[in-house]
């Protein structure tokens, strides 16, 4: 059963929904540790109800990178707990060298779009105000572009006449927390 470690900088629902997963025993997976670049993160605070080992890695003063220490301090903590797979959940932090090299085809992440359309910050509302019919999201192979990894899985939601930008986001996240622990069903060894 693969170790996996979370990564996530706000409220937590996809972790908490690979969490439900596990406890639910729907995902074969243990989990490691919780790291949050943000210090008062809400994931955090998931992480310790759930008596999860939770981290928080100061990377000041960079807005969007790992600094050379902080993520010298992630491998650390994922070393620590035996981590096989590294799992980003809302980690606003672009992924370095280091940390790729040492999880090759092992890091992945939850974007809120059918990728490749929509990558990068503010998918959703980049959906919404392109008027498309179709949004959703994707789990994907981190790499060194930004989401630009091989796809794992796609879920579809369709985007109403009446969607506001708010409800459209409620659909999405929805389909996150579905399709977050299906992917990794389907990529995880079968014991």
Known sequence: MPTISILGSGNGTNAQALIDAIESETLPATIGCIISDVKDAP?????????LPAYHVDCAPSPHALRDTAEATVLDRLAQHQTDYVILAGFMRIIKANLLATYPHRIINIHPSL?????????GRQAFEARVSQTGCTVHYVDAGIDTGKIILQQPVTIDPTDTLE???QKIHAAEHQAYPAALRKIFPQS
């Not at 994931?43 to 008596?51: E, F, K, N, W």
């Open 167 to 169: 409800t459209l986001m």
């Open 115 to 123: 990728l490749p359309a929509f990558p990068g910050l503010d998918a």
């Open 43 to 51: 994931i955090l605070q998931r992480a310790q109800r759930h008596h």
